[in-house]
């Protein structure tokens, strides 16, 4: 089953949130972000498939910038990670 957008894990310093939100804000149709967990500053981003490129380049440039990485998860790439769900 395809899905309509690809969904990436990112931890980055709290006081950077509001800072990524603008980006992406400003890069209009690249990504969709919200703050899963604002304790350990985990955001979701949800990428539309044409623009996954573009995004990786973007992010590149941030991570350089407040060291944002990603996690990994046990989900196949473009998995929905529910953060509720129990195993």
Same mark, same amino acid.
Do not use: C, N, W
């Given at each position: 089953?395809?899905?309509?957008?690809?969904?990436?894990?990112?931890?980055?310093?709290?006081?950077?949130?509001?800072?990524?939100?603008?980006?992406?804000?400003?890069?209009?149709?690249?990504?969709?972000?919200?703050?899963?967990?604002?304790?350990?500053?985990?955001?979701?981003?949800?990428?539309?498939? %044409?623009?996954?490129?573009?995004?990786?380049?973007?992010?590149?440039?941030?991570?350089?910038?407040?060291?944002?990485?990603?996690?990994?998860? %046990?989900?196949?790439?473009?998995?929905?990670?529910?953060?509720?769900?129990?195993?």
């Amino acid at each position: 089953m395809e899905r309509d957008t690809i969904q990436r894990l990112y931890r980055i310093d709290r006081r950077d949130i509001s800072t990524l939100k603008f980006l992406l804000e400003s890069y209009e149709g690249i990504a969709i972000s919200r703050t899963i967990d604002d304790r350990i500053a985990l955001v979701e981003m949800m990428i539309p498939p %044409g623009f996954h490129r573009t995004f990786m380049g973007l992010v590149a440039d941030i991570a350089k910038e407040t060291g944002m990485a990603p996690v990994t998860t %046990g989900y196949p790439i473009g998995e929905t990670h529910d953060p509720d769900e129990t195993a």
